[in-house]
């Protein structure tokens, strides 16, 4: 039996971090429960647990954990996304889209945000909303960043679909004369 009792909450959470870095997520999630019954619990200890959960595809616990980090660390952006992501996970699209917009609210231009997002806006059929989030994305961001390789390859796809559909419809066009 591994003796807890002999580390502090901040020891433990490093611990977990490092656990969690190294995709060990049942023992990080021990250590992080652990850590939250102690007395004086570290903030950090609900953002790793909402990201321990929402590797296990725990998403209502996920969005528990992000949601008290951020209520006690309100400009915290990455755990905001992250709940954005275990909100969409779970179902809750409308709430991710709430979610991330806050995000861009505080960081206009915050490239998972601005990426995914426009991929939901697509997927609701709000496609003039989703193609600009993903050209403002591609406008704002280092030609390098992996999300602006995704935007470019959803734009191309919406692109090579509207290709298809025009050549459809002028085919079924010259048929019909």
């Not at 190294?22 to 004086?40: E, G, I, P």
Request: charged fraction near 30%.
């Amino acid at each position: 039996m591994e003796h807890f009792d002999l580390l502090d909450g901040e020891e433990l959470v490093a611990l977990a971090r490092l656990e969690l870095e190294n995709n060990q997520v049942a023992a990080a999630l021990v250590k992080l429960k652990y850590a939250k019954t102690r007395q004086s619990i570290p903030v950090d200890v609900h953002a790793l647990l909402g990201k321990a959960f929402a590797r296990l595809g725990l998403f209502k616990k996920a969005q528990q954990e992000f949601s008290i980090y951020i209520e006690r660390q309100p400009d915290a952006l990455q755990e905001r996304f992250e709940l954005g992501v275990a909100l969409r996970d779970g179902g809750d699209t409308a709430a991710a889209i709430t979610t991330w917009s806050r995000v861009l609210e505080a960081s206009p231009n915050y490239p998972p945000a601005l990426f995914f997002r426009s991929l939901l806006l697509l997927d609701e059929n709000r496609r003039d909303e989703g193609v600009f989030g993903l050209r403002q994305l591609i406008d704002t961001t280092n030609p390098e960043n992996l999300y602006v390789k995704r935007a470019h390859d959803v734009l191309n796809a919406l692109e090579g679909d509207d290709k298809q559909r025009t050549a459809a419809y002028t085919d079924s066009d010259k048929a019909a004369h």
